[in-house]
């Protein structure tokens, strides 16, 4: 498959960017943000996104879904990340509708995929549980019951968790915190006696929450994938994720980058546009070069997806670009900001937005750090 995109993909990338300049615009995110939206999203959007199709691209037709392709989502997630929309589609689909798709049982993809697809039920992936991206990190423990399971222990960083009708939990069946096996996924309705959710409200306005499990009973069928073998689900479910949140970056990169070079042909000093001095003109080249090289890697890991690449190829690729995305978008975030001058500190532009949103992006499913690490690891160094 050749890295670029068809012409189905490009009118559906088109379409999404008609829709979320239009109906979903950062004034949007602004407002709920400045009228403190007790969801967080705005429920009239997302089912006019579900409409679209949007939440049903990467599923299988048999539930559901259009089949059409992680491309396909990738584009749309990239035009989200343009206007910052606040919606369910990175953790219900992306997230979760990923990992049932990947692990679920043929009854749980049965039953689950349509509903996601439709937008008729969210989901929230609860994994972390310190302050640093770590995903077999794994405390939280599901002891075996006479039913099934009975599930302790605290979540944070859950991504639209206190919207989420179900939540996907990671637990311990068997080992020590920090061993890849003994991991086990598990469905929990967030209404479940002992489940608590704490909101939280991010710098970037986007959706988390915090989740106390005390003594929460489910059954053998909550169990998504083998028992003490949930790593093999989360593993490819994350990699997904992590590209579809470089697709996600990848447009507000872009977004921000235009708005700052349409600015220094507007703004005037000395009589002339501030883009016509060398210094900022060489420090805009150097942002376009940097925005060419993310596209580039974002393109190739959702080419790899679609193509159905080894997994150890996708794990490097999805640490590539997101390793590669996060330093990107932290350049051009705050470069944006310095070249907007002291109007580009104020509230009042939507500019800041961006420098928001690149902090707490970054730090979702690990930052530059973290990916260079494992992006060495996978290479044997």
Not at 121 to 150: K, N
Not at 165 to 182: H, I, K, N, P
Not at 300 to 328: F, H, I, M, N, Q
Request: proline content about 2%.
């Amino acid at each position: 498959m050749a890295m670029i995109l068809n012409d189905e993909q490009t009118m559906l990338k088109d379409s999404a960017r008609d829709f979320c300049a239009n109906s979903a615009p950062i004034a949007q995110l602004r407002q709920l943000r400045d009228e403190d939206s007790a969801l967080g999203y705005d429920p009239a959007t997302w089912r006019a996104m579900t409409e679209l199709g949007w939440a049903a691209v990467p599923f299988p037709e048999a539930h559901g879904g259009l089949d059409f392709g992680y491309k396909g989502l990738g584009v749309v997630t990239e035009e989200t990340g343009r206007s910052l929309v606040a919606s369910p589609l990175f953790a219900s689909v992306w997230l979760c509708g990923t990992a049932i798709n990947v692990g679920g049982s043929d009854a749980q993809r049965a039953e689950l995929l349509p509903r996601i697809a439709s937008g008729e039920l969210l989901m929230a992936l609860a994994l972390e549980e310190s302050h640093r991206h770590d995903p077999h990190g794994v405390s939280t423990t599901a002891a075996a019951a006479l039913d099934g399971f009975v599930i302790n222990g605290r979540k944070t960083f859950v991504l639209d968790g206190h919207v989420a009708e179900q939540l996907l939990v990671v637990a311990r069946t068997s080992g020590e915190a920090g061993d890849r096996d003994g991991i086990s996924l598990f469905l929990v309705d967030r209404e479940a006696a002992g489940v608590a959710v704490t909101r939280l409200r991010m710098a970037d306005s986007r959706n988390v929450a915090n989740v106390e499990f005390d003594g929460v009973q489910v059954g053998a069928d909550a169990l998504v994938g083998e028992l003490g073998r949930g790593a093999e689900v989360l593993d490819p479910t994350l990699d997904i994720g992590r590209i579809g949140m470089a697709a996600e970056m990848l447009g507000g990169i872009q977004e921000c980058f235009e708005r700052t070079v349409a600015y220094l042909k507007e703004r005037e000093q000395f009589g002339v546009p501030i883009g016509s001095f060398q210094a900022l003109k060489h420090r805009a080249a150097n942002m376009f070069c940097e925005v060419e090289l993310s596209k580039s890697c974002v393109l190739e890991a959702l080419t790899a997806l679609d193509e159905g690449r080894d997994a150890d190829e996708v794990a490097k690729l999805a640490s590539l670009a997101k390793a590669k995305v996060g330093e990107t978008y932290n350049l051009v975030s705050r470069e944006g900001i310095q070249m907007h001058g002291g109007i580009g500190m104020t509230d009042e532009f939507d500019i800041g937005f961006f420098i928001k949103r690149a902090a707490v992006s970054e730090q979702t499913l690990g930052d530059v750090n973290f990916h260079r690490n494992r992006y060495g690891e996978l290479e044997g160094y």
